[in-house]
């Protein structure tokens, strides 16, 4: 993700195609694990998709300071507004396996920018089945929205919907699940799918991230708090058993 955004400092007004070899994407690699295989895997997965998120987050945050002004609410506006990079298509196909060394270092990594945009820009393209309500809302009444990093938490709810189930939660093309589409704008119910998540924890944190409000969806760093203090009562659990 680093070498992603230092091109970005470098080279903002130009267009560049990054190469790199990875094996296989999260979509492909999921399709041939059971339940089981999948939740061996989740935690290294989560962990690493969560990494690549932050460093789109925290993008150029050492630029806010160098720019600070005496003005206080134009510092706060420019550090919530004006710097944080939105992904706009994270799925599971835009999320690949990589090893580097020999295979000695394996991680996720999150590909596929060339939608990517600073939060509070405006932008068009949009991957369907993963986007947000205010996404495909906007594409369906043809107005342009702001980039929001919110945007990319709904994704990463559907992601590890996906991740849970091994099934999307709306595949963005049937025309059978277009019931699937009108409950994601209008954000009333999300039982009848949430219900194939068999871990209740996992389940209410992706209730959290789709939630259509943009003003009440889980942000990173919540999710990060909650996910360290549930992994923390399991492991206290556990040692008290």
Partial sequence: MQNITQMVDNYPEQSIIVCECALYDLETFLGHQDYIQRHEEKGNIIKDI???LLELQKHNIGKIFENQTSNLYEFINQFFELFFIVHTELSPGNIMFFQE???CVESWKLIDFDTACFASSYYAK???NYSA???IRAQEEGIEIKADFSMDMFS???VLYFIETGRHYWDG???ENEEVKREIISGNKYSSLLQNIR???SCWIIKSLLV??????MKLDRFMVITRLTSRLFVYLVIQY
């Fill in 212 to 217: 259509k409000d943009i003003s009440h969806r």
């Fill in 101 to 103: 060394n020999n295979g």
């Fill in 156 to 158: 990463f709810g559907l």
């Fill in 133 to 135: 309500p205010e996404v």
């Fill in 199 to 201: 871990d209740q924890n």
């Fill in 50 to 52: 969560v990494s690549g």
């Fill in 126 to 128: 949009i991957k369907m």
């Fill in 173 to 175: 093309w049937d025309i």
